[in-house]
């Protein structure tokens, strides 16, 4: 038996989670948290370095996520000045590195089925072609 069947539920700064699949996916779970931590895995950034690097992301939705995972530990969030133009970077907590593994099986993971089932083309080449998560690659 796992940890994760030592009792009924986990609760995690009182928030109560029926496993721990359920705490995990609250953590990183949606379409832009690992992506994020993904960018962050190996130097911390700026925000205007992560917008540059996910351009199918909104201000508004990168902001969110980037709260969020500062908010759960996963991020942490530098302020440099006082006086505008401040300078914010982002970087990995501990809790984020620890995940490091899975974005690493992820990214393999990925990589197999695109050389297994896709193409990789140019942003130019696709404005046509569907790109919503919901097609299935059967």
């Known amino acids: 038996m796992g940890i994760e069947c030592q009792g009924d539920f986990i609760k995690v700064n009182n928030v109560v989670y029926p496993c721990t699949v359920s705490l995990a996916m609250d953590l990183v779970g949606g379409k832009w948290k690992v992506v994020i931590l993904y960018h962050l895995k190996n ?51 501990e809790l984020g590195q620890s995940f490091t593994p899975v974005l690493d099986a992820i990214l393999a993971w990925g990589n197999q089925i695109a050389l297994e089932k896709g193409e990789f083309v140019s942003h130019a080449a696709a404005p046509s072609e569907r790109t919503r998560k919901d097609h299935s690659l059967a």
């Not at 370095?49 to 996910?54: A, C, H, P, T, V």
């Not at 995972?69 to 970087?91: C, F, H, M, T």
């Open 43 to 93: 130097a911390a950034k700026r925000y205007s370095e992560l917008r540059k690097e996910l351009p199918g992301i909104t201000e508004m939705t990168l902001s969110l996520q980037l709260k969020q995972l500062e908010e759960d530990g996963l991020i942490l969030r530098q302020v440099y000045g006082e006086k505008p133009p401040i300078k914010v970077v982002y970087s990995l907590t």
